[in-house]
Nanobody, 124 residues
Framework: QVQLVESPGGSVLAGGSLRLSCVAS????????MAWFRQAPGKGREGVAT???????MYADSVKGRFTISKDNAKNTLYLQMNSLKPEDTAMYYC??????????????????WGQGTQVTVSS
């Protein structure tokens, strides 16, 4: 069992930056694929970025070059550094995990554990 707790998001102007954190419980953290998803009002939940147990990363095309996913195994913490934010990045952001060393993909159903979500608002 894994519990995921996200840090508060925030509100920024377009072009600004935010860093999200997600602390995971459990001593098998290193064996998990971790991910960030987001859900905008009226839209489905989409995968933003994933990081596997070896640290290999994948990004959605919409955030490539602007967002960076990383993790600190010693702190059981997942991060999402978001730069050059756009109004279309406004959404509820969720961290997610699945007990599998390689990330299966970026579909919601592929992940077992979820954080409570944190709101990110980007204004123009």
């Amino acid at each position: 069992q894994v519990q995921l707790v996200e840090s508060p998001g925030g509100s920024v102007l377009a072009g600004g930056s935010l860093r999200l954190s997600c602390v995971a419980s459990g001593n098998t953290y290193r064996r998990y694929c971790m991910a960030w998803f987001r859900q905008a009002p009226g839209k489905g939940r989409e995968g933003v970025a994933t990081i596997d147990s070896n640290g290999s990363t994948m990004y959605a095309d919409s955030v490539k070059g602007r967002f960076t996913i990383s993790k600190d195994n010693a702190k059981n913490t997942l991060y999402l550094q978001m730069n050059s934010l756009k109004p279309e990045d406004t959404a509820m952001y969720y961290c997610a995990a699945v007990l599998f060393p390689a990330c299966p993909g970026t579909k919601e159903y592929e992940f077992t554990y979820w954080g409570q979500g944190t709101q990110v608002t980007v204004s123009s």
